[in-house]
């Protein structure tokens, strides 16, 4: 099966998407003082949230955006089957540095099938199977989500030129259907590690991700696992 197969359609449609936004307030983290905000999808009841940098972007270039989707066990767990939890600790750093703002999608677990769906995946990934061909297997979609709220909700915020923060040129193509330009896209590449080396190697081979792959795994300071495993995210 080549990458152009293995989409699932376009879930974004072009047409106003209702959405909603909540009082701006100040959230210091970690990675640096930013604003938040919360949005509201009218059509599906989803909350998203908008983390942005106070500070306007370097340059008088265009603001850097990442939309990250839900990921429990990478953002919450730390977990080293995907790259998820240290794409969203990337972007953070780069966004309060450069300006710009990151849409964590909710509702998106496993691109778009759900946390439960997501951990069966991880079962047939452990039998064998790929990320895209766990999804098969179950007689899922092997990427679910949908960006319109997200492009609404960026439209909203008056950001209708970004630079993207991603691999995946799909987002581009997606948001451009929605009406928001992407002037560039900005890799968020982060080391691979022995457990999700199959994974991203999947992702840059049937999805098209813009992946090099081109360094040592890193280990986790532990005994090597003689497991490597695949998982299903951005």
């Known amino acids: 099966m080549t990458a152009s197969t293995t989409r699932s359609g376009d879930h974004t449609d072009p047409s106003p998407h209702p959405v909603s936004g909540g009082p701006i307030v100040q959230l210091p983290t970690a990675f640096g003082d930013f604003v938040a905000q919360a949005w509201t999808d009218h059509v599906t009841g989803v909350e998203h949230l908008a983390v942005s940098s106070p500070n306007p972007p370097k340059g008088g270039r265009a603001p850097l955006v990442r939309l990250h989707s839900e990921c429990l066990t990478g953002d919450v767990f730390g977990s080293y089957r995907c790259d998820c939890g240290e794409q969203l600790a990337f972007a953070l750093e780069l966004i309060h540095e450069?300006?710009?703002?990151?849409?964590?999608?909710?509702?998106?677990?496993?691109?778009?099938?759900?946390?439960?769906?997501?951990?069966?995946?991880?079962?047939?990934?452990?039998?064998?199977?790929?990320?895209?061909?766990?999804?098969?297997?179950?007689?899922?979609?092997?990427?679910?989500?949908?960006?319109?709220?997200?492009?609404?909700?960026?439209?909203?915020?008056?950001?209708?030129?970004?630079?993207?923060?991603?691999?995946?040129?799909?987002?581009?193509?997606?948001?451009?259907?929605?009406?928001?330009?992407?002037?560039?896209?900005?890799?968020?590449?982060?080391?691979?590690?022995?457990?999700n080396l199959r994974y991203l190697q999947t992702k840059k081979d049937r999805m098209d991700h813009r992946l090099t792959l081109d360094v040592e795994p890193v280990s986790n300071g532990k005994t090597p696992s003689t497991h490597t495993f695949d998982t299903n995210q951005d």
Not at 115 to 124: D, E, R, S
Not at 127 to 147: C, H, I, K, M, W
């Open 98 to 195: 450069e300006g710009g703002t990151l849409l964590y999608l909710r509702g998106q677990e496993g691109r778009g099938i759900g946390l439960a769906n997501k951990i069966k995946a991880y079962a047939l990934q452990e039998a064998g199977f790929d990320t895209v061909e766990a999804n098969e297997q179950l007689g899922l979609p092997v990427d679910a989500r949908s960006y319109t709220a997200a492009g609404q909700i960026l439209a909203e915020m008056g950001l209708h030129e970004v630079r993207l923060l991603s691999n995946n040129p799909d987002k581009q193509h997606r948001l451009d259907k929605a009406g928001v330009t992407v002037v560039e896209m900005v890799p968020t590449e982060v080391p691979s590690r022995e457990q």
